[in-house]
Each structure stands twice: as C-alpha cells, then as structure tokens.
C-alpha cells in the first residue's frame, strides 16, 4: 500500500561519517527495490537498486542491504559529504514495470 | 541515460482554473508512465498509471474526473488538474517505466 507520513525522520551525521539510513517495505511479494535521493524542489534521482535474490549489492560508495526475513533495506553511504544531504526514499516493485511504491522517506543532513 | 522532461517546472493559477503538466520520455519509449504527487514532507504518492493509447488506472481516492491523464504516444504523457483549488497545490511528479523507471523533475502547482 501507499506509505504516508506526517514527517520525515531525519538522520544528522559529520562529513566523513559512515550513514545508515533503513526502510522497513510492507510487501512480502516485492521483488525489486531501489533507493533514490531527493533534493529540494527535484525529481528523485537514482542511486542504487537490488532485485530480491541478493542481500547485498555495492556502488560507488553506496551498499545496499536487503533482508526478505524481516522486510527490511538499507543503504550505507561511506565517507558521507555535504552534497549528501537530501532525503532519501526507499521503492518497491512487485511486478516489472507495474508501479513503485515508495517508502516514508528519510531527511539526512551532513554537517561540515 | 533515459531522461524525462517535465513542464512547467512551477506554475500559479487561479482557483477554479485547469493546468496541463506534460511528461515526455526525451530518447527511449515509455512502455508506462506513472504520475505522483507529494506534500511538504512527506513520500511520492502514486496518483495514477497509464499506458499509451488506453484509460489511465487510479489508485484509490483519486478523482479521476479531476485529474485528467492523457498518453497519447509512447513518449508524451499529461496530466490535467482540473478546476484546480487551493487544497490541489503540490508537487506533482511523473514517471516514464522503459529502461527502468526514470522520473521528471517535478512540477510544483500553486492554487491561488
């Protein structure tokens, strides 16, 4: 179903800091997922994605988890900087091409 | 990459006037484009999603005679608020599913 949230959780780390940021998904048949930044007044940019058959998948300094037991992701960003900051959504996909549903979303700030 | 144009980025109407939003997919075919809306703080949520050249499907509690969706080709969506009211400004955000799901830059709607 649709995730709605009166606000965002937020997350406050320093530059050079390791970020976690989790999602807990609510569809057990999901099979895909993908993570996604969002600036301010933007679209939602792509950053990294795992199909259900993996646990782990690594970018450029981004690894995301995914744990089907409990219906849980998420998204470790290494060395986090000030260009970091935005809010971060995890997505879930059932079928190819269907629908995405997104996540409540999380506010990380990187302070200098 | 797959880009996808969005426009306008911001517009202003009166209440009770129409606004078009267009989406294109600028160099692959959209097989599906997806339109979502999101509040201050809070996640995309799915209006609706349409295929080229048949009626859109809304999700649920979404006035359909409202928010008019059009796909006329696999590389052009819109989306008509209609008599727009105050209580419809938002950030409305496509989506075009054809290599992945690439999204717009967002369309932020006042109602004045």
Request: proline share 3%; hydrophobic share 30%; charged share 15%.
């Given at each position: 179903?649709?995730?709605?949230g009166?606000?965002l959780p937020?997350l406050?780390?320093q530059e050079?800091d390791n970020s976690?940021?989790?999602?807990?998904y609510s569809?057990?048949a999901s099979?895909?997922?993908?993570w996604y930044?969002?600036?301010?007044g933007?679209?939602?940019?792509?950053i990294?994605d795992i199909?259900s058959?993996?646990?782990?998948?690594?970018g450029?300094?981004?690894?995301?988890?995914?744990?089907?037991t409990?219906?849980?992701?998420?998204?470790?960003?290494?060395?986090?900087?000030?260009g970091?900051?935005?809010?971060?959504?995890?997505a879930?996909?059932?079928t190819?091409?269907s629908?995405?549903?997104f996540?409540?979303?999380?506010?990380?700030?990187?302070?200098? | 990459g797959a880009?996808?144009?969005?426009?306008p980025?911001?517009v202003i109407?009166?209440s009770?006037?129409s606004?078009k939003i267009?989406?294109?997919?600028?160099?692959f075919?959209a097989?599906?484009?997806?339109?979502?809306?999101?509040f201050?703080?809070?996640s995309?949520?799915?209006?609706a999603t349409?295929?080229?050249?048949?009626?859109?499907t809304y999700e649920q509690?979404v006035?359909k005679?409202?928010f008019l969706?059009?796909h006329?080709s696999?590389?052009l969506?819109?989306?008509?608020?209609?008599s727009a009211h105050?209580?419809?400004?938002s950030f409305?955000?496509c989506?075009?599913?054809g290599y992945g799901?690439?999204?717009g830059s967002?369309?932020r709607?006042?109602?004045?």
């Amino acid at each position: 179903g649709e995730s709605v949230g009166l606000h965002l959780p937020t997350l406050s780390v320093q530059e050079g800091d390791n970020s976690i940021i989790n999602c807990a998904y609510s569809n057990s048949a999901s099979d895909y997922f993908i993570w996604y930044k969002q600036e301010s007044g933007k679209g939602p940019q792509f950053i990294i994605d795992i199909r259900s058959n993996m646990d782990k998948r690594q970018g450029q300094r981004v690894t995301v988890l995914l744990n089907k037991t409990v219906k849980h992701l998420s998204l470790q960003i290494a060395a986090t900087q000030p260009g970091d900051s935005a809010v971060y959504f995890c997505a879930e996909e059932e079928t190819s091409g269907s629908r995405l549903t997104f996540g409540e979303g999380t506010q990380l700030t990187v302070n200098p | 990459g797959a880009v996808v144009s969005q426009h306008p980025s911001r517009v202003i109407c009166k209440s009770g006037t129409s606004v078009k939003i267009e989406c294109r997919s600028l160099d692959f075919q959209a097989t599906t484009m997806f339109w979502y809306r999101q509040f201050p703080k809070q996640s995309l949520m799915l209006m609706a999603t349409s295929n080229e050249g048949s009626k859109a499907t809304y999700e649920q509690g979404v006035e359909k005679d409202k928010f008019l969706i059009n796909h006329a080709s696999l590389t052009l969506s819109t989306l008509t608020v209609t008599s727009a009211h105050p209580e419809d400004s938002s950030f409305y955000i496509c989506s075009a599913y054809g290599y992945g799901y690439t999204f717009g830059s967002g369309t932020r709607l006042t109602v004045v």
